[in-house]
C-alpha cells in the first residue's frame, strides 16, 4: 500500500524559512517523479517544484523560482520542499506527490504553511 506523508508545515513569519518532507515508504521511489503542488483557501490546487526520477532535473513555478528547492534522497524515500523568503502569499496547504512506472499517480494529505506578515 502505498502512502505519501508530508510534514513539516506550520507558522513562520514572513522571510522565514520552513522544510517540508514527503516520505513515501512502499513506492517505487526511485524511479518515481515526485512533485509538490499546493492550495491555498478559494484557489485551485497549483504546481509548485517537481524533481524527476530519471536525471533528478528540476521545475518550478515561477513564483518560487529562486527561493525553494526541492531534493530527493532515494535512500530514504523521501522528498523534500525547502522554502525560503515565505511571503504571505505561500500560506497554502502543500501536498505531495508521487508518479510512479505505473503512471497512477498518488497524493499525500497535505501539510498546512502559513506565513504571518
Known amino acids: 500500500q502505498v502512502q505519501l506523508v508530508e510534514s513539516g508545515g506550520g507558522l513562520v513569519q514572513a522571510g522565514g524559512s520552513l522544510r517540508l518532507s514527503c516520505a513515501a515508504p512502499?513506492?517505487?521511489?526511485?524511479?518515481?517523479?515526485m512533485r509538490w503542488f499546493r492550495q491555498a483557501p478559494g484557489k485551485e490546487r497549483e504546481f509548485v517544484a517537481s524533481?524527476?526520477?530519471?536525471?533528478?532535473?528540476?521545475y518550478y513555478a515561477d513564483s518560487v523560482k529562486g527561493r525553494f528547492t526541492i531534493s530527493r534522497d532515494n535512500a530514504k524515500n523521501t522528498v523534500y520542499l525547502q522554502m525560503t523568503s515565505l511571503k504571505p502569499e505561500d500560506t497554502a496547504v502543500y501536498y505531495c506527490?508521487?508518479?510512479?512506472?505505473?503512471?497512477?499517480?498518488?497524493w499525500g494529505q497535505g501539510t498546512q504553511v502559513t506565513v504571518s506578515p
Open positions: 524533481i524527476r526520477w530519471s536525471d533528478t532535473r528540476t
Open positions: 512502499g513506492l517505487t521511489f526511485s524511479r518515481s517523479t
Open positions: 506527490n508521487a508518479i510512479p512506472p505505473s503512471g497512477v499517480e498518488f
